[in-house]
């Protein structure tokens, strides 16, 4: 079975030698070889030419003759959540979905993020009392990165 730290060296060094901001999302290597990667930028897009770049540097330096393999190396979709933590400070801005452990929703905008903790921006529309128009409430929700079950992103086609 091929080993998950030389694949990462090897995908490391392909990153470092691109110096275009990519990191590693996820990495799986199954019981058959079929070795999945997945990469984001913490500026723009991932390009297909950083995939194809990254799986070559993997594919030239891995023996073929030692143990067969299969790899993929894509970048993270929209549609799946927020895994490591650079993805979080990337998309401080962004309209998110968050579903904590406890089940709670939370949908706003995401204000600030560290390793600990994100901070979820919402707004709704009340009527206070005593005046006759609804005004905007903002509130602000600090939520522990251990409480969080998942995080996506909300896509807004306007």
Do not use: W
Not at 26 to 53: A, H, P, Q, W
Not at 86 to 95: A, H, L, M
Not at 97 to 122: D, F, S, W
């Amino acid at each position: 079975m091929i080993s998950k730290k030389t694949i990462l060296e090897l995908i490391d060094e392909r990153i470092s030698e691109l110096d275009n901001g990519l990191f590693v999302v996820s990495l799986t290597i199954s019981s058959s070889n079929v070795i999945r990667v997945e990469l984001d930028k913490y500026e723009g897009n991932v390009s297909v030419l950083d995939c194809m770049s990254v799986s070559r540097n993997v594919e030239h330096n891995l023996d073929r003759e030692e143990a067969d393999f299969e790899i993929s190396v894509s970048s993270a979709g929209l549609d799946q959540g927020l895994r490591v933590f650079p993805q979080y400070k990337k998309n401080v801005g962004r309209d998110v979905k968050v579903k904590l452990k406890e089940g709670a929703k939370i949908e706003g905008k995401m204000i600030a993020a560290t390793p600990e903790e994100i901070t979820i921006q919402t707004s709704r529309r009340e009527r206070i009392e005593g005046k006759k128009k609804k005004e905007t409430i903002i509130e602000d929700h600090a939520l522990k990165m251990e409480d969080v079950e998942e995080t996506k992103i909300v896509i807004s086609f306007k």
